[in-house]
């Protein structure tokens, strides 16, 4: 029967253009499958062979077992690689057929109306037109010169920039989950930002067109060339549903000389029920490359969504005087299990590193902070500073700090710092005496914990994550 | 290695005289170790210290026949003549002497163990080997309310007699209510390319007191395992400093479970590094019931292509509420060659604790130096001036007025 799909899928292979919504490549993992999926793209055949090798180097890896989060086996053959964009007859028509409680968070967080249909994929009415309000913004980019398109649109037409950086700071023989992403990756975003740019506002996927249902497999590429900037955000902080369990995106960041990327995430996809059941995996590998001198990366990170977040934004340090910066929030409630942290690779002379992490557990959840600071013999004069806080509600729950230091430069300073504590009676009681509640005094108290990280993201997202500290934490206190 | 393993052991079994219960367990023990080996880089609490490539690197082939029969020399010139003290003396794995002159007979208890704790925790294969082919094991009983009046040395000497050979030494001590002894392992090796590995075991009964001190100076080319399990009750206390410097590898590792209210564990470390030797301090401290405490400190220095390594746990059961717990490891790196790796880590399961852990490692501060030679001192003497400092902060934690005097001099640290 699957061979006979396979022969059909054959047929496709050159034929193919209309029809694409009502598509779906069948179930499992193989050659094919890929094929299929390059050709459905109209993918050149460089990109064939590389997604090709990539799964090549895949039947050789294992999947990695030492994170401290266990989940069950994931059977890679009952999946679906890819399937088509939905379309709107499929998707809920009314904002009274979503859950209600999905609703009651929108509510809080105060997300406009229209934007929560958008947000679910309800088709938008005239008013309120984002299409053309990214158009707007589109042409402002254009004009400096800025690249920001999805990385299949890229692809086609900008094959010579993708082909020269993709997979450039992830390679195709890295680890398992990579390695998966780049063998079937379906979309993503491209961006790439000109000479000496600086780019005008903060892009993010949210304006991107055609942004809706990039898959479990998204593919981003951001390439800062010599003395540009750009601040990319990715994610929202209203909770986001799936349907796919298994999230694993690929993430790569390129700076050139004196550029700097800043890089913001707001995570809030679906974390399961009180009980854990369900949820989504985010097996996210993002890494960021200062390749030029005086480059700067800089990733921040408020992660309060999904079952289990494993993921390591990484900077590697290659330029002389670049800059890495880390930024994280972490946190997990009812049965929700993190593993979480970055690594600071210093390879060029004169670089900094800075890793700021706050992970707050409630409820029955498991967090682990783990990250690895390593600076090389010839990376002289490099310095780092980590500093990682945990925050814990309740005895049922667990923290962990897992960090990995190592030093072989002696004209290079880390200094690591760590603290674990509870939310103290006494700061509670001072603000419950002024007259907040309870859960209102643990919000207070647990954005003061994380200012340090909120300040870092951008503006009109520092005030949502805020509201989304405290949702997060509902009900996990008295 | 499986077969020669094998024959050797049958051997040492047969010129040995263990009752078919511990021979049972020896059995045991070494098809634990069969199965697993030298550990390697790949379990991750070798992976700084991957004592599998270090042992073949160095000493290629090992022995593990290790004849007890052999009767050696004390040489009565390597004891201590600063302090009065109490002995045991181990030469190649052997115990030579007991001798606890200046103590009451009848509140000691010398014994040997017919049955030894399997100890075949985590991924430890060395305990498993060192139960397979240690001797008897000696049992040292303090009983209740007695207080050792001299400190005991335990002295651990190799001779030029063995070489390319593993050593396996074991020990225990059982500290009973109100009980406290204070303890001197001091290392005297004069062989070459050997593997020790030694396992201490401590039972701390209610309110008692240990304080072990354990120095490692003499410059050789063994490599060491040294493992300290230390099991406390209600309001012990148990003081552990190593002094780390001259064997080629040493890897260190104290397991402390702190299982009764009140009791605390100090562990406090210094590597002092040169030419291209590796050592390794691994701490565990398991906060296994409330209002427990622990505190580590560990320093080091690397001079040459040394390198040091610092890995310490600290494990809060989510009964262990009230728990405080604190861990600091500072490094300075003296040449360019030196490295430095460190992990420390914190396992908390309860909400209402204090748990911090600091790590720093770097050179010399530029502006110490330059101060220090603007009042005239030379730049060779600034530096030793400032390591001493740096270093001295360890010794001075020692509680022990004595040993400490002692320890400094001995040292060279004022």
Redesign the interface.
Known sequence: MRDKQIEDLKDYKYGFSTDIESFKAPKGLNEEVIRFISSIKKEPDWLLQWRLKAFERLKVLKEPN?QKPKYPKIDYQDLYYYSAPKSFKEKPKNLEDLDPKLLETYKKLGIPLQEQKRLNGIAVDAVFDSVSVATTFKDTLTEKGIIFCSISEAIQKHPDLVRKYLGSVIPITDHFFATLNSAVFTDGSFVYIPPNVKCPMELSTYFRINASDTGQFERTLIIADKGSYVSYLEGCTAPMRDENQLHAANVELIALDDAEIKYSTVQNWYPGDKDGKGGIYNFVTKRGLCKGKNSKISWTQVETGSAITWKYPSCILKGDNSIGEFYSIAITNNHQKADTGTKMIHLGKNTKSKIISKGISAGKSDMTYRGLVDIS?NAANSTNFTQCD?L???????????????????????????????ISEDQLHYCQQRGLNQEEAVGLIVNGFCKEVLQQLPMEFAVEAQKLVGISLEGSVG | MEQKLKTEFEKFISTSNFSNQEIKLKKEALDNFLKNGFPSRKLENWKFSDINQIIQKNIGELAFYNDYSVENEINDDIFIKEIEHNKIVIINGKVERLSFEYEEKDKINLSTLDNFNQNSNDDNSLLSLNNSFSNKIHNILVKKNYSFKKPLVIYQITNEKVSNTNINFQLNFELEENSSIRIINLSDDNSEKNFINNLFNFNLGKNSILKNYKIDKKSNTNIKYDYSSIIQKENSISETFIFSSGSHYIKNEVNCNLEGKYSSAFINGIHLLSKNKHHEIRTKTNHLYENTKSYQLIKSVINDSSKSVYQGKIYVDSKAQKTDGYQLSKALLLNEQAEFNAKPELEIYADDVKCSHGSASGSLDDNSIFYLMSRGLNQKTAKELLINGFLLDVVEKITDDEIKKFLKNMIGLN
């Open positions: 030492w013999k945990s814990l509600m309740g005895n049922k729950c667990g923290a962990h700090t897992v960090p990995y230091i190592k030093n072989k430069n002696s004209n290079s300073s880390i200094a690591h710092e760590a603290t674990t504590s509870k």
